[in-house]
């Protein structure tokens, strides 16, 4: 596959597109990525090229609007300049802070036919990437619509890439499979691209808000792979409905010299807006249990019953067990009526058999919070009608988080989730929730893009093939290289509900378990970020059990993130620094290849002693055969220190470094 990739370059590199004198130009603050922008047959294009090679050959721009084409027929009106160089906090996060740094380059273009139509296209060069976005022109109150986007990403040689099919794959909950562009159907973004050897490149989108959520189609030509985009639409067909003066999201494409780098970048968190909650002292991360695992382990049930899951005294054993253990929340499925085949679903009132007044008073009596949960099985409409009045109620009781669901093919049974009409309704749900000071944990979701910079109590959300299939699904739950892609693919989105942290192999369904060994599962809390990061196992199976000391340990906000080494679907570590602190945690893990990592500790402060405690697979560790062997070691460590980590197959290691 890469042989392919590599003869491909070779042709491509005689392959230049030439920048007109009528061209305008932007480039990075460092100066590593320069924007082309032009008109050539009276149609708007623009280029992108990193360090003089050209990597986004002539891509076209435009519309197919209501009222006909915009972008056919346009000259180029005028074009301005800016730049910003900033740094902001973020609440919380993989940093505690990032840099915002771009040049910006304005261009507004204008039809040549009578109407005059105009649109402006935004491009944003930072020094890993660059993000663009339409402002339609439009008169305030003036209704119309978008029936195509025509936007094209046209690479300019074929190269492997990372993927889920749009249209077999509910959810986002896909296995991200590489292939040649060339051979991909219709695909959901992000997009990873191997561009070449040393080029890594992922397409996304941010700021999605009132739009339509973006997907690629590629277009495979003798000497380019086009990417074209696909709206996912309304019933009706419409991709969008718009009124006056419309901003689209931004088209993201991030740079790196290795897949690490993609997941560092924060090009996509720079292009939201700002924190439109003033005061973010409610918003806190944790870790949390809750009753889940054994649902899907069928052994308690959603709906109310002899073995129903929450119950009043079965919450309180979870919180008893939370307090001790220094978890801050639990959650527990199926405490509301509506479960039960015929029943009204509400969010306002509980089981009989569950006192969510008691049991609320009893978590913040031992300094923990019941988490809330408003599954709709896609019915947004019966959601919108109660969750003023039901967040408020929670508020009351003292929840400050909710896990909300989607289970249901179409929303209120004919829009998709990723449309117009699903992006409103997430929308509306987390500024409702905003109100009464509740932080959202969304399963189900559009995929993530960003918004929580501006929204930061939209905490994590799914989108993601995760660890329940590993309880029930009949091919066999996810392949063991699974985890070692979703930080290269989906995790680029943002904070990912995953669900970490099995410690029981026994099987439900023959053959289906978690596809790791009890090492991978303890990294993996470290390796894929989550700020309200659940532990997701029944709490017997936690009890007297000493890799749940790492847990314990754990934080899920950071003050800084690195990625010292990793390729997509084989391995990778991911090293973060605790915030307000000095400790380091570390998880590497791997796909069904055993191997060996050294990690150099060149992270530590020098000239300081660290002692290094380590989690990692024992003799015999295997996923298949023995997942349970796991050693715990302790070594004396400096910056000048490498520690060398033995990850059995679709094993792990997990660290805690402190002074």
């Not at 680029?492 to 289906?512: H, M, R, Y």
């Amino acid at each position: 596959m890469h042989q392919l990739v590599v003869s491909l370059f070779v042709v491509s590199i005689l392959f230049f597109a030439p920048v007109s004198a009528k061209d305008v130009l932007v480039s990075s603050p460092d100066g590593t990525v320069t924007v082309a922008v032009g008109v050539k047959a009276n149609k708007p294009y623009y280029t992108v090229s990193r360090q003089g090679q050209c990597i986004v050959t002539p891509s076209l721009l435009g519309f197919q609007l209501s009222d006909g084409l915009l972008g056919g027929n346009v000259k180029m009106l005028c074009h301005s300049t800016d730049s910003k160089d900033e740094t902001w906090h973020q609440p919380w996060g993989e940093e505690d802070s990032v840099r915002n740094h771009y040049h910006e380059l304005t261009v507004r273009f204008e039809e040549r036919a009578a109407v005059k139509r105009e649109m402006s296209v935004v491009f944003r060069v930072f020094n890993d990437g660059i993000g663009f976005r339409y402002i339609l022109h439009r008169n305030q109150g003036e209704k119309y619509y978008i029936q195509d986007e025509s936007t094209e990403i046209t690479l300019a040689h074929d190269a492997v890439a990372w993927s889920i099919p749009t249209n077999r794959t509910e959810y986002f909950e896909g296995i991200y499979t590489p292939d040649l562009l060339s051979r991909k159907d219709t695909v959901c973004t992000p997009l990873t691209i191997e561009y070449e050897k040393d080029l890594f490149l992922a397409i996304h989108e941010a700021a999605l808000d009132d739009y339509a959520s973006i997907n690629l189609t590629p277009r495979p030509s003798a000497t380019a792979v086009k990417l074209r985009t696909a709206l996912s639409p309304w019933q009706n067909g419409v991709k969008v409905y718009c009124e006056g003066e419309t901003k689209t999201p931004w088209r993201t494409i991030i740079i790196g010299r290795t897949a690490g780098e993609l997941m560092t970048n924060r090009v996509m968190l720079n292009l939201n807006e700002p924190s439109r909650i003033d005061d973010t002292s409610w918003i806190e991360p944790g870790r949390y249990i809750g009753i889940w695992w054994s649902i899907h382990k069928k052994q308690n049930t959603w709906e109310m019953g002899p073995s129903h899951g929450a119950t009043t005294g079965n919450v309180k054993r979870y919180i008893d067990f939370a307090a001790r253990h220094g978890f801050s929340g639990v959650l527990a499925e199926g405490w509301n009526p509506g479960w039960g085949e015929g029943e009204q679903i509400t969010y306002l009132k509980a089981y009989p058999d569950f006192d969510i007044e008691e049991v609320c008073r009893y978590a913040l009596s031992k300094g923990v919070r019941f988490i809330g949960h408003t599954e709709t099985w896609g019915n947004t409409r019966l959601l919108e009608q109660q969750m003023d009045s039901a967040f408020a109620w929670y508020s009351r009781l003292g929840i400050r988080a909710v896990k909300t669901g989607y289970v249901g093919r179409l929303f209120d049974g004919k829009e998709l989730a990723k449309s117009q009409y699903g992006i409103r309704h997430y929308r509306k749900v987390i500024e409702c929730a905003a109100k009464y000071h509740i932080m959202i944990d969304n399963h189900e979701p559009a995929m993530p893009t960003g918004i929580q910079r501006t929204w930061p109590n939209l905490m994590t959300q799914e989108g993601v093939r995760g660890q329940e299939y590993n309880a029930w699904d009949r091919r066999g739950g996810n392949p063991p290289a699974h985890t070692v892609t979703l930080p290269f693919t989906r995790c680029l989105a943002g904070p990912t509900d995953f669900t970490p942290a099995i410690f029981n192999f026994s099987e439900v369904v023959k053959g289906t378990h978690p596809h790791s060994t009890l090492a991978k599962q303890l990294a993996e809390f470290v390796v894929i970020y989550s700020p309200l990061q659940m532990a997701a196992d029944a709490i017997e199976n936690y009890e007297s059990q000493p890799a749940l000391t790492f847990i314990e340990s754990c934080p899920t906000t950071w003050s800084k993130t690195l990625v010292p080494n990793g390729e997509i679907g084989k391995y990778v570590t991911v090293v973060r620094k605790e915030r307000g602190g000095d400790r380091w945690f570390v998880g590497s893990i791997t796909n069904e290849e055993a191997r060996q990592i050294d990690l150099p500790l060149s992270f530590l402060d020098a000239g300081k002693q660290y002692r290094a405690m380590i989690y990692e697979d024992g003799p015999g560790a295997d996923y298949d055969t023995n997942p349970y062997p796991m050693t715990i070691r302790q070594e004396m460590v400096t910056s000048q220190s490498t520690l060398r980590l033995s990850l059995a197959r679709s094993g792990g290691a997990a660290i805690r470094i402190e002074r």
